[in-house]
């Protein structure tokens, strides 16, 4: 998503550094912090997985990252941190060298990528592989855990889901409750709702694959999807490699294929309502409004019964997310005040009272899954929800990170 250069002055560099790289432009990453020994450095993992390789620097290199904006020349960059400007070219030859920087090579490897997706014809199995590499097993554990699980047994027709997408091993009991009301659902296609938390797409995001699990593939709706994305144009399906970033999705599909059979499925990236888009053109990206509309144009029309599931947790608190104190037992009432309250507001299914308390609130606990929730409740507009579970999960002893999450029914006559 390149930046329009037309205004900017004339780069600086010698004319044999390539134009990508006389104003670098930084592809999102995810920096992790990393050490041996002594020696500390931060890896820039990239979230897509198109990197050769991952890519490790020094702390104070991170500095420099958020000039390499597409606007930035070497100089300037150089200038601002006090570097030479041939340290800088060093930095951003071997940043476009892994894929990392948007120009040639990650155009490449993106292509490379889809075309590898296309050809298997489901996303790549990740997050959601960690439940077990056997079949066999995995299937005894997800009925094992269901069956220790009690019915909610929702008393309204159930059309729409939220799940977690934390580990399978951590929230089960809310996987697993879920599922036992998707059960009733008798539903012949699933629209799965996932968060586009780390791609690059502004508004909704199409895939035209599948997803798999340790179970197996539950297949692409082709007929539906291709509706789809006739309707809402090819904007919808451009930035498709986003779904590489989003695990929400992969991690019902052992679920599902335990609970509805091998049931064909529509994927679908929301954005965060709280994030501005990058583009300023809206004939450029599909708003999660017009999604809505067609997703319920194109669903009626295609006849039988669709189960929308949402994905996602709720609240992230604690150091590791940017707090100042450990998560204590004050810390875990206040969060559940606030969890719960907001869940009453999502009860409602009034996507405008929705969409004043995110505005009003503003996400203080960090919820993830609120883009994908909303348009849950904007497809289905239920007159029924039912909160089916909700847990708080301390991530360590130390109190460094919480998460919450949530499982609830919508549907209605």
Same mark, same amino acid.
């Given at each position: 998503m390149a930046h329009d250069q037309s205004n900017l002055p004339v780069p600086g560099p010698s004319e044999d550094i390539p134009e990508h790289l006389q104003r670098p432009h930084l592809r999102r990453i995810m920096p992790q912090h990393v050490s041996q020994g002594d020696r500390k450095g931060v890896a820039l993992q990239d *979230?897509? /997985?198109? #990197?050769?390789?991952?890519?490790? &620097?020094?702390?104070?290199?991170?500095? #420099?990252?958020? =000039?390499?904006?597409?606007?930035?020349t070497l100089k300037q960059i150089a200038d601002h941190g006090g570097a030479k400007e041939t340290e800088v070219l060093q930095l951003v030859r071997s940043l476009d060298e892994v894929g990392l920087l948007w120009g040639p090579t990650c155009s490449t490897l993106e292509q490379q990528r889809r075309a590898a997706i296309h050809a298997e014809g489901v996303l790549p199995m990740r997050q959601g592989g960690l439940i077990g590499d056997d079949s066999t097993s995995v299937r005894a554990l997800i009925e094992g855990w269901m069956d220790e !699980?009690? $019915? *909610?047994? %929702?008393?309204?027709?159930?059309r729409g889901l939220l799940s977690p997408r934390l580990d399978h091993h951590v929230v089960w009991p809310i996987y697993a409750a879920v599922y036992h009301a998707a059960r009733t659902s008798g539903a012949d296609r699933i629209v799965l709702l996932g968060n586009n938390h780390y791609g %690059?797409? $502004?508004?909704v995001v199409l895939t035209r694959v599948g997803v798999q699990s340790p179970l197996g593939r539950l297949e692409a709706d082709t007929p539906v999807i291709e509706a789809l994305v006739d309707q809402l144009g090819e904007c919808s399906i451009v930035d498709e490699l986003d779904h590489l970033a989003d695990h929400g999705i992969e991690m019902q599909a052992p679920w599902i294929t335990v609970a509805l059979g091998e049931i064909p499925v529509i994927g679908a990236l929301l954005p965060d309502p709280l994030q501005p888009p990058v583009d300023d053109d809206e004939s450029a990206r599909i708003t999660p409004e017009r999604f809505n509309e067609v997703a319920r144009e194109v669903l009626d029309a295609a006849g039988g019964r669709t189960l929308v599931i949402a994905t996602g947790d709720l609240s992230h608190v604690g150091p590791r997310f940017g707090e100042p104190r450990p998560v204590d037992e004050d @810390?875990? %009432?206040?969060?559940?005040? =606030?969890? @719960?309250?907001?869940?009453?507001?999502?009860? !409602?299914? +009034?996507?405008?009272?929705?969409?004043?308390?995110?505005?009003? =609130?503003?996400?203080? !606990?960090?919820?993830?899954?609120? /883009?994908?929730?909303? #348009?849950?409740?904007?497809? &289905?507009?239920?007159? +029924?929800?039912?909160? %089916?579970?909700?847990?708080?999960?301390?991530?360590?002893?130390?109190?460094? #990170?919480m998460i919450t999450a949530a499982g609830i029914a919508a549907g209605g006559a």
């Open positions: *979230p897509l /997985g198109l #990197a050769q390789r991952t890519m490790v &620097v020094a702390p104070g290199v991170m500095k #420099a990252l958020p =000039h390499l904006n597409g606007e930035w !699980t009690e $019915d *909610p047994e %929702i008393e309204f027709p159930v %690059i797409g $502004d508004g @810390r875990q %009432i206040d969060v559940e005040r =606030h969890d @719960r309250e907001f869940i009453g507001t999502m009860m !409602t299914g +009034d996507l405008e009272s929705i969409d004043d308390a995110i505005k009003w =609130h503003q996400n203080p !606990t960090r919820w993830s899954c609120l /883009g994908a929730a909303r #348009a849950m409740v904007g497809i &289905v507009q239920p007159s +029924d929800m039912e909160l %089916i579970d909700y847990r708080q999960q301390i991530i360590d002893e130390q109190g460094t #990170a």
